[in-house]
């Protein structure tokens, strides 16, 4: 992994809501970034209706985007993540999903809510920051 996560004595901790509160990247390091990811198949289509379907598929579709640069879900640094109507009821679906892909030790993320997002049907969409060992 080239970046390390820290949370800093003096705030909360985070991990249990699927985030970090700073990563470091080392100096040389090749970043890439993901562009907006939602829960999709192929062929663009939101593979469910369901918010948690949503969140598992758009990290799924995170890491087939890593892998076309060699990289996996574990080399992300940084998630913008976007959730359409936001109420505390989805930080359960997005902090269990985080959780099973990294464990106690997520990337940092920050989460906005949004009125909506590119298709009525969209209800999570994630940008993804890797690092390249």
Same mark, same amino acid.
């Given at each position: 992994?080239?970046?390390? @996560?820290? %949370?800093?004595?003096?705030?909360?901790?985070?991990?249990?809501? $699927?985030?970090?509160? @700073?990563?470091?990247?080392?100096? *040389?390091?090749?970043?890439?970034?993901?562009? $907006?990811?939602? *829960?999709?198949?192929?062929? $663009?289509?939101? !593979?469910?209706?369901?918010?948690?379907?949503?969140?598992?598929? /758009?990290?799924?579709? #995170?890491? !087939?985007?890593?892998? =076309?640069?060699?990289?996996?879900? %574990?080399?992300?640094?940084?998630?913008? /993540?976007? !959730?359409?109507?936001?109420?505390?009821?989805?930080? &359960?679906? #997005?902090? *269990?999903?985080?959780?099973?892909?990294? &464990?106690? %030790?997520?990337?940092?993320? /920050?989460?906005? *809510?949004?009125?909506?997002?590119? =298709?009525?049907?969209?209800?999570?969409? !994630?940008?993804?920051?890797?690092?390249?060992?």
């Amino acid at each position: 992994m080239a970046h390390a @996560t820290l %949370n800093p004595d003096g705030l909360h901790d985070p991990v249990p809501f $699927g985030y970090s509160h @700073t990563a470091t990247v080392p100096a *040389g390091t090749d970043l890439v970034f993901v562009a $907006g990811q939602y *829960g999709s198949g192929p062929d $663009g289509a939101v !593979v469910s209706a369901d918010f948690a379907e949503q969140v598992k598929r /758009t990290f799924h579709n #995170i890491g !087939v985007a890593l892998a =076309a640069h060699g990289l996996d879900l %574990n080399h992300v640094v940084q998630l913008r /993540t976007y !959730v359409v109507d936001h109420d505390v009821s989805k930080l &359960g679906p #997005i902090a *269990g999903a985080v959780r099973e892909v990294w &464990g106690t %030790n997520p990337p940092v993320q /920050t989460l906005v *809510g949004v009125a909506c997002l590119a =298709a009525p049907d969209v209800l999570f969409e !994630v940008e993804a920051l890797a690092a390249r060992p």
